[in-house]
C-alpha cells in the first residue's frame, strides 16, 4: 500500500508533481482536475482499485492517488501536509505561476512526504486527533467515471516494474557469473587436454606440435559453438 502519486494545480493548470511509478497518472489526473469544482472542498473520487483524494483551497487543488485499500486519513495528512508547505513557500504566487514553475522545486518535497506518510503508518495514527476524525467522516467518497478522447473508458495503468530494479540486476549478476563459472571450466578443460592428455597420447612418430595446432583448432570451434549458448 501506498501513495502513488502526487500533483499541486491551479484548476487543471499543473503546478508540480511527483509519481512513486510508472503509469498513465497524468492522462488520468487531467480528467479528475477537470471534475473538481473551484471552491474550498475535500473530496475522495473512487474508480476502480484506486481513490483519488483531493483538498482543493483558493482555486489551488492538492490532489494524491492510491490504491483503494490505502486508509484515507493517512491519504489527507499526506495532503494537509504538502497544502501547508507548499503555502508557506509561495503564497500568491501560486495564482499566477506557470504550468510546471514550481516542479522543479517541489516535486522533491513531494518526494520526501509521499515516501513518508506510505510508509510510517503508526506515526500517523498517533497523530490523528479527533478533530481529525471527525473531519475525515465529512469528507465523501464518489464513484467515478472516466473517459478517453476516444471515448472509450479510461483506466488508471499503473507499471511498478521501476521499483524491481534491483532485483532485476541481482538476477543480471547471477546469470553473469554463471557464464564466468562455465568459461572458467571450459578454459581449465582445455589446458588439461593440450598439456597432459595429447602429449599422453601422441606417440613418438607424431609431432607434438601438430598436437597442439590440432588442440588450438577445436578451442577455437568450441569457442565459436559456444558463443551461440550465451
Known sequence: MAILFAVVARGTTILAKHAWCGGNFLEVTEQILAKIPSE??????????????????DRIVYLCIT??????????NFLNEIKK?????????AQTALPYAMNSEFSSVLAAQLKHHSENKGLDKVMETQAQVDELKGIMVRNIDLVAQRGERLELLIDKTENLVDSVSMESDNMESDVNLFWIFFISSIIFII???IPLTCNANFDRVRCRY?????????SLSS???F
Open 195 to 197: 598439456e597432459v592428455l
Open 214 to 222: 590440432l588442440a588450438v583448432c577445436f578451442l577455437f570451434a568450441a
Open 67 to 76: 490504491d483503494d485499500d490505502f486508509e484515507r486519513s493517512r491519504a489527507f
Open 85 to 93: 508547505r507548499f503555502q508557506t513557500t509561495y503564497g500568491s504566487r
Open 40 to 57: 474550498n472542498n475535500k473530496l475522495t473520487y473512487s474508480h476502480g482499485n484506486y481513490l483519488f483524494h483531493y483538498i482543493c483551497q
Open 227 to 229: 558463443s551461440f549458448l
